[in-house]
């Protein structure tokens, strides 16, 4: 029996909000918005968190997710989605697929029921110059779709993050023009959905980091920091330089732009914000550190973070009662705090 969940509202409040604590979030590029039977092609940059930033642009999306991140009452918290078991997952946990249906299926039962669905066709996420090879189950939802005469909408959406793993960073959702799908024609099933798989991953490509190789990476990085210090979109920078990398043009050395003046209420405001969440971002840095490479370091902080607030919100919320002139006047620095804290 497939499985079409369908995500709480309290659910979405949670993404929100861990989405917002933690980044500076940004939605840049085409003017498209949330519609029924919309399906979201995302790139994969930064593990399970890169499901917050689609949900910024498209907050009714539902997702496939890896059968790992709905294990356990605090990661359900964090996540939901229809699961899908990797052979990896049946190794590791002992799951038989059957228990959890065809995600293929459910994923076309999300669609016929009007909803719209995000996928991550790289499958994993890795902090690389480009993207991973992409797997063949998105171009086959499409095909089957479309085979189906469902009024589908495929957009290709990009994920940047300048320093993925840094508190109060910024994050950029790039939202590219809806994919113009070809018909059936006269070819057979495996022909189209290969022209299908095609489309979509050259459509995925021009929205996503695909840099030639690591040292020109590391190179667009630098520069993007600095071409949109000012305000101006670290996405749109991003590609701007990459293509001057795969023409050759790209420079060596970032630019230099100023950097905003900090004042000493600032400094004040952020620690009081850090005293007040001191056991939150003590645990959520400990957990970060379980990380195996950089693209888990912020969910690892995410999940630790949440599970410390967990215990130590409603103790804020007891001295607050307890001492309200001291608390509620420390609770307003606390936000000032947060919101001029240093962009990394």
Not at 53 to 68: E, G, K, M, R
Not at 199 to 225: H, K, Q, T
Not at 266 to 286: E, H, K, Q, S
Not at 290 to 315: E, Q, S
Request: aromatic letters at 10%.
């Amino acid at each position: 029996m497939d499985i079409v969940p369908k995500a709480p509202r309290w659910h979405r409040f949670v993404a929100w909000l861990l989405r917002n604590f933690y980044f500076r979030v940004r939605v840049v590029g085409a003017p498209v918005a949330s519609r029924p039977r919309q399906l979201i092609l995302s790139s994969h940059r930064n593990g399970a968190i890169d499901g917050y930033l689609v949900l910024a642009a498209f907050p009714d999306a539902n997702f496939l997710v890896s059968v790992q991140l709905l294990r356990g009452r605090l990661l359900r918290l964090m996540f939901t989605g229809i699961p899908v078991v990797r052979d990896k997952d049946t190794q590791r946990y002992g799951l038989n697929k059957r228990q959890y249906g065809n995600p293929v299926s459910a994923a076309l039962a999300c669609l016929r029921a009007g909803a719209s669905l995000a996928t991550f066709p790289e499958g994993s996420s890795e902090w690389g110059p480009k993207p991973l090879p992409y797997q063949p189950g998105t171009a086959r939802i499409v095909r089957m779709a479309l085979a189906d005469g469902l009024p589908i909408e495929v957009v290709p959406v990009g994920l940047f993050y300048p320093t993925p793993d840094r508190f109060r960073s910024r994050a950029e959702v790039l939202i590219g023009e809806p994919i113009v799908l070809p018909a059936q024609g006269e070819r057979d099933r495996s022909a189209w959905e290969a022209e299908i798989g095609a489309i979509l991953s050259s459509a995925l490509d021009a929205v996503s980091v695909n840099c030639p190789d690591r040292d020109s990476f590391e190179r667009v990085e630098g520069l993007a920091a600095g071409d949109s210090r000012d305000g101006a979109s670290y996405a749109l920078a991003f590609k701007a330089r990459e293509a001057q990398a795969r023409a050759g043009t790209l420079g060596s050395a970032s630019d230099r732009h100023a950097i905003p003046a900090r004042y000493p209420w600032d400094w004040l405001c952020m620690a009081v914000l850090a005293l007040i969440l001191a056991p939150v971002l003590v645990v959520g840095y400990a957990a970060g550190r379980k990380a195996d490479a950089r693209n888990t370091t912020t969910f690892f902080r995410m999940a630790g973070g949440l599970a410390a607030a967990l215990v130590w919100l409603p103790a804020l919320v007891l001295l607050a009662v307890i001492y309200p002139k001291v608390m509620m006047p420390a609770a307003g620095l606390a936000a000032l705090g947060w919101w001029r804290w240093p962009e990394p």
